[in-house]
């Protein structure tokens, strides 16, 4: 099992920055080596990819709408994952979720096994 927590949401103007934290537990988050992914939800949407990172932390991926924006990163020894988040906009108001996979990369949800709670994220214009 993994347990995964994430936070640092909040409310931002457009053009800041927040950095969100995903703190991960559980035997099996080292145990398979897992991916890490960041998903968001906003209101009457699906959930949408917006980041991965392999195990590694040497391969990255990103939805194109927030390339050159966001950024992932892991510290394993610490169990974390980092999305920092730069020139925010409205658009990317939603709930932010973490979650792990065996699988990288993955951008399907179905590909992964394991979510966090979600964190909000709103962003005023």
């Known amino acids: 099992q993994v347990q995964l927590v994430e936070s640092g949401g909040g409310l931002v103007q457009a053009g800041g920055s927040l950095r969100l934290s995903c703190a991960a537990s559980?035997?099996?988050?080292?145990?398979?080596?897992?991916?890490m992914g960041w998903f968001r939800q906003a209101p009457g949407k699906e959930r949408e990819f917006v980041s991965a990172?392999?195990?590694?932390?040497?391969?990255?991926e990103y939805v194109d709408s927030v390339k050159g924006r966001f950024t992932v990163s892991r510290d394993n020894g610490k169990r974390m994952v980092y999305l920092q988040m730069n020139s925010l906009k409205s658009e990317d108001t939603a709930v932010y979720y973490c979650?792990?996979?065996?699988?990288?990369?993955?951008?399907?949800?179905?590909?992964?096994?394991?979510w966090g709670q979600g964190t909000q994220v709103t962003v005023s214009s």
């Open positions: 990172i392999n195990w590694g932390g040497v391969r990255t």
């Open positions: 559980g035997r099996t988050f080292s145990s398979y080596s897992m991916a």
């Open positions: 979650a792990a996979s065996t699988k990288y990369p993955a951008t399907n949800v179905n590909a992964y096994n394991y």
